[in-house]
């Protein structure tokens, strides 16, 4: 009898012992799914768009808002073209079924044609390269967005899965739940084995363990690797079936011997109630946290330290968690980006306080550890019903946070209680304060009303004037002051009156005169800039108006950034000074917006040679070349390896902008604007 033979066989006797039906599935059903209509759907919605948006269209030949790199030639043509009517003849027979995703277009998705300019082996490279924990919140949620978006995949050696690799790297950087619900949007017939482990891997370090045994009874009739006895044990241990248990272990003996330590290590801890060796638990598996759980120990606090998203989650979920242990692990996974800051908030609510510690969380002394004085006024502000007592709290935890360095994640902690303080004229000595938590949590619309509070609020009595000017580069990056900077399509649609003989070979008008800058390109028409004179496109009152509004708009924003620049010379530490102040001019170039004359002369003093954290040469290219050529995937991933920089003291501003920069040339407005203002927030904490 064969191995194989002899293990389906004891199998299928644990599935009669444990009442597990056996499931007549084949395990190797392979052959590619339908095309599915969404993805048809998308493609027709895609093109049109592209039809009717000259901004963001490829093959525009024109450069995207703040554009950062002149339109690539010779690059490859585009398989999905922008004429609707194409559409229809496309070809959407070499779409697999790995195309699968959860997120569309119209849901954040990246678009059907994102892996254009990319082979299988490469894309699956840049997935596999991607980090687990990105540097920045935004470059997370951007991450994430690739990885769960419908697209077209190369055809090219199609033995390579691209499916089981960006699962793989949703469980890695913690993103459990989408990564369930990936594989779960996966036809049945495509998934394969490594597919199924995910999903039970994901919930076991999600803590869920009653939807990973139901996973694992209904997968493992179809498989037959060691980990699936190991998770059938695994589940007799948390059924409280010590005969199934036995028979399980006793197979991975046979099978296997007892080469894997630390899975018999939890095993006697389990039967015998004892301590596990901690010198088994130094590279913790999933199956290794459920286990722990099950024998009720926690994980060693070491794990915090060792850079294991895994352990950190585990450590973050375990009930054995000691309260104070548990509370920085969960600090520090939201800070990585591990859990979301409505986990946090849960972990936070669950500490016990005394009623009166709550009631006078405002002045009683701090608690001995940081993320429990957090979980004190978080919990005391849940619990006000006072909107005056609630904002007090509120700005308390703010300034705390600001002095430790984690302002960022109080305001994304803080965000729904925020939501529900009345925004008027009452909480003005407030609203500065909301209005940069605001920014922090990217509500945007919410950050605007605050910023009308403060404003109407500023007098010479208090200090929110002051306030506003050191925010002014963030509320102008965010959108919320006027510039005088010219929107995308009124530079397309200026280009194109200014441009008789219309566009040569590169989608370049060859009578204008273009101003490099940012990753490299020549960009954008200098008459397109926020310059010296703003002309209108023609004498109607309409054009009058705006050239004017925009003058006015353009004044204002040269005055506020020379008082800013002033507040910044003040500054004790100029050294920081200088640095934010280059990111902030950067940054403005990228979307546009006007450096005015000096500021830069302002900054140019000795040393002129620093050491500066920056990215390899490779990276820096390989950034430039893909947003020019419009390679919005690759763009992405290249984008959030450059930003890994960003909480180095010594990063380069130069690199974080261009990192901005490059989104925003491949159409990723948002996505640009909300990176760049936490890299603003970030960097002046």
């Known amino acids: 009898m064969t191995l194989r ?3 389906l066989i004891q199998t299928c006797l644990l599935a009669m012992m444990t009442g597990t039906g056996v499931i007549a599935s084949s395990a190797h059903a392979q052959t590619s799914a339908p095309v599915p209509l969404f993805l048809k759907q998308e493609a027709e919605r895609d093109a049109e768009q592209r039809s009717s948006d000259p901004v963001s269209s490829p093959d525009s030949g024109t450069v995207s808002q703040g554009g950062f790199g002149a339109p690539a030639t010779g690059t490859q043509p585009s398989p999905f073209p922008s004429d609707p009517n194409a ?4 070809s959407l027979g070499a779409v697999d079924a790995e195309a699968v995703g959860t997120l569309d277009r119209s849901r954040g998705g990246l678009g059907i044609d994102m892996w254009n300019g990319a082979t299988r082996k490469s894309a699956a490279k840049l997935i596999s390269d991607l980090p687990a924990t990105p540097a920045t919140h935004a470059a997370r949620d951007l991450q994430v967005r690739l990885l769960l978006s419908a697209a077209a995949l190369p055809q090219d050696s199609r033995d390579i899965s691209l499916l ?3 699962v793989a790297k949703l469980i890695n950087m913690g993103a459990l739940d989408e990564a369930i619900e990936l594989v779960r949007a996966t036809p049945q017939g495509a998934r394969g084995e490594l597919l199924a482990e995910a999903e039970v891997n994901a919930l076991m370090i999600g803590a869920r363990l009653d939807e ?18 190991k998770a059938a044990a695994m589940c007799a241990f948390y059924a409280n079936d010590p005969t199934a248990a036995a028979f399980s272990v006793d197979l991975v003996r046979e099978m296997d011997g007892e080469k894997d330590a630390t899975f018999f290590g939890l095993v006697a801890a389990i039967r015998s109630g004892t301590a596990v060796k901690p010198d088994l638990l130094e590279e913790l598996r999933p199956i290794d946290l459920a286990l722990l759980a099950i024998a009720k120990q926690a994980i060693p606090t070491s794990q915090l330290e060792s850079g294991n998203p895994t352990a950190i989650i585990g450590i973050a979920n375990a009930d054995a968690t000691p309260t104070d242990v548990r509370l920085e692990a969960a600090r520090k996974a939201e800070s990585l980006g591990l859990i979301d800051a409505a986990k946090l908030g849960e972990i936070y609510g669950s500490v016990s306080f005394d009623a009166g510690a709550l009631e006078n969380a405002l002045d009683d002394a701090a608690e001995g550890i940081q993320a429990r004085q957090y979980a004190k006024l978080y919990q005391a502000a849940a619990q006000s019903d006072v909107p005056a007592a609630r904002a007090e709290i509120l700005a308390a935890l703010y300034d705390t946070a600001q002095i430790e360095g984690d302002f960022m994640q109080a305001a994304r902690l803080s965000a729904p209680l925020l939501a529900d303080i009345p925004v008027n004229g009452d909480f003005s000595w407030f609203a500065v304060a909301a209005l940069k938590a605001s920014l922090a949590a990217n509500s945007l619309e919410r950050a605007a009303n605050w910023l009308s509070v403060a404003k109407n609020g500023a007098n010479p009595g208090n200090d929110i004037a002051s306030r506003l000017s050191m925010l002014y580069p963030v509320l102008a990056i965010s959108g919320l002051e006027e510039t005088g900077a010219i929107p995308a399509s ?3 649609s200026q280009a194109e009156n200014n441009a008789p003989f219309g566009l040569d070979a590169t989608g370049s008008n060859p009578q204008m005169t273009t101003q490099s800058f940012g990753l490299g390109g020549a960009v954008a028409p200098v008459s397109s800039m926020a310059s010296a004179t703003v002309m209108p496109n023609s004498t109607s009152p309409e054009d009058i108006q705006k050239a004017t509004d925009r003058a006015a708009a353009l004044a204002r924003h040269r005055a506020r950034m020379v008082e800013w620049q002033e507040m910044q010379a003040a500054r ?8 934010y102040a280059e990111l902030v001019y950067t940054l403005f170039e990228g979307f546009g917006i006007e450096v005015p004359a000096g500021l830069w002369d302002s900054l140019l003093s000795a040393p002129y040679a620093e050491d500066r954290l920056t990215i390899s040469s490779a990276v820096a290219h390989n950034l430039a070349a893909s947003a020019s050529a419009q390679h919005k ?13 960003a909480n180095a003291p010594n990063a380069d501003p130069k690199v974080l902008a261009d990192t901005v920069a490059a989104l925003e040339m491949v159409g990723l407005h948002s996505d640009a604007q909300h990176l760049a203002t936490e890299l603003l927030l970030s ?3």
Do not use: H, N, P
Not at 633 to 645: D, E, H, L, P, S
């Open 212 to 229: 990973a045994c139901a996973a694992i009874e209904s997968y493992s009739a179809s498989y037959d690797q060691m980990f699936w006895l």
């Open 5 to 7: 033979s002899r293990l």
């Open 633 to 645: 995937a690759k763009t992405v991933a290249m984008a959030i390896q450059a930003q890994q920089i």
């Open 87 to 90: 559409v229809q003849s496309l």
């Open 490 to 492: 009124e530079q397309v």
């Open 572 to 579: 004790g530490d100029q050294a920081a000074a200088k640095r």
């Open 164 to 166: 089981d690799a960006r």
């Open 683 to 685: 960097f002046d904490q």
